[in-house]
């Protein structure tokens, strides 16, 4: 285990898609590392605690753990069971690429002679981890992949990635070549590459609506983290308390971190990686596209993925507009960029191919296929803009 300075951890109860998860533990309480601490209220995934310690503090949204003066690696063990997909909602896993989605709700629909899609596209710039951990440890995949073709009746599975990851290429290619039903499909280098959508249009060639999911493909996406976990979680008995990330942008040494106990802060591992180069901006959780700010002190919880420090905000121009796109930052995150140059945004606009589904979201038509924007720029000039301001855009 990694070694760290901190005498307290906060783990927060809402780390999925859903309701915050409800306390099955109080104030006072010894917990150890593995044990569980809450369960979902409704939609949502088992919370553990990633350390032993004390519990000193419990609210609605989380849990402040005193940590032991000495922690191990080892950990409560999930009950046995020959279920995977027990053991899976048992682990609490959620999809670990950012969209925290239970994966034992996602895997509980069966699919026979359908496909399980491995998003190993990694396309968020800067973080590396799962191209890392598959050029180090390609037989977990693999056989992650197999627990999820037996839990759904899949047929076969596909590792999507791109031709740039070189050495993960060949690594999980030679892993998978005495597997008939498992191969490697090669994604374009585009962002984003690993937006379901686009995975199941790129290997499979089908086409989702607005609004519909992968199983309209017969299709389950995970990303490469999610399944590592899976393995984990059936063959050590061991439930999701630890994360891989990346530390990167205005870092002295910029590295990946595997298992990092959840509920560390984000800023200790800034630390590990040489601490900041001044002058440095806002600390992003996630990756630049589509990564919120957060603070020295945040937790990494199960979904974090990447630990990026930005540049100071340059100063911006007086006025600008905002282009929304799915692909890419929403409307606050570009408002909070906007403030951050001391701009005052003047005009707000969505791309061409925003469309409303059926719950009045707003989705793009063809993600990775990028219109032209002249548009919807000239509109912002013509509301007073002097500057455009995107989340993301191909065009």
């Known amino acids: 285990m990694y070694k760290f300075n901190v005498e307290k951890i906060t783990i927060p109860l809402k780390q999925h898609v859903g309701a915050p998860c409800k306390p099955i533990v109080e104030v006072g309480q010894k917990v150890k590392r593995g044990e569980l601490i809450a369960i979902p209220n409704g939609l949502g995934a088992n919370i553990h605690s990633s350390l032993s310690g004390v519990i000193e503090a419990v609210t609605e949204s989380e849990l402040v753990l005193k940590l032991d003066e000495v922690q191990s690696d080892d950990y409560v063990k999930l009950a046995k069971t020959d279920d995977y997909l027990q053991k899976i909602k048992d682990a609490g896993i959620v999809g670990l690429g950012g ?21 190993a596209a990694e396309c968020e710039p800067i973080l590396s981890h799962n191209i890392k951990y598959m050029e180090e440890h390609p037989e977990v995949i693999i056989r992650g992949l197999k627990y999820m073709m037996e839990i759904t009746g899949a047929a076969h599975a596909y590792i999507a990635m791109k031709t740039k990851y070189r050495k993960a290429l060949l690594t999980i290619g030679k892993a998978c070549k005495d597997e008939p039903n498992i191969s490697v499909k090669i994604l374009s280098d585009m962002y984003p590459a690993g937006d379901e959508r686009v995975i199941v249009r790129e290997v499979l060639g089908k086409v989702l609506e607005i609004g519909q999911l992968p199983l309209e493909a017969n299709a389950v996406v995970s990303n490469i983290e999610t399944i590592r976990r899976i393995a984990e979680a059936i063959e050590d008995d061991k439930p999701l308390i630890d994360k891989d990330v990346t530390v990167g942008g205005r870092v002295k040494s910029g590295r990946v971190f595997f298992d990092v106990p959840i509920g560390l802060p984000l800023g200790e591992f800034i630390d590990q990686a040489g601490g900041y180069i001044k002058p440095h901006g806002e600390i992003v959780r996630g990756g630049p596209f589509t990564g919120k700010s957060a603070k020295h002190e945040s937790p990494i919880d199960k979904t974090t993925g990447g630990i990026l420090v930005a540049m100071p905000y340059p100063t911006g121009k007086e006025k ?70 995107a989340g993301t855009c191909e065009d």
């Open 320 to 389: 600008v507009g905002i282009l929304i796109c799915e692909c890419g930052a929403g409307e606050d995150r570009l408002r909070e960029i906007a403030e951050g140059m001391g701009s005052e945004v003047v005009s707000v606009q969505m791309c061409k191919r925003m469309k409303p589904d059926k719950n009045g979201r707003y989705r793009c038509e063809l993600p990775g296929i990028c219109p032209g924007q002249a548009e919807k720029v000239l509109k912002m000039k013509k509301d007073g803009a002097d500057a455009v301001i």
């Open 99 to 119: 969209a925290g989605f239970p994966v034992g709700i996602k895997l509980s629909t069966r699919i026979e002679g359908g496909y399980i899609l491995a998003n």
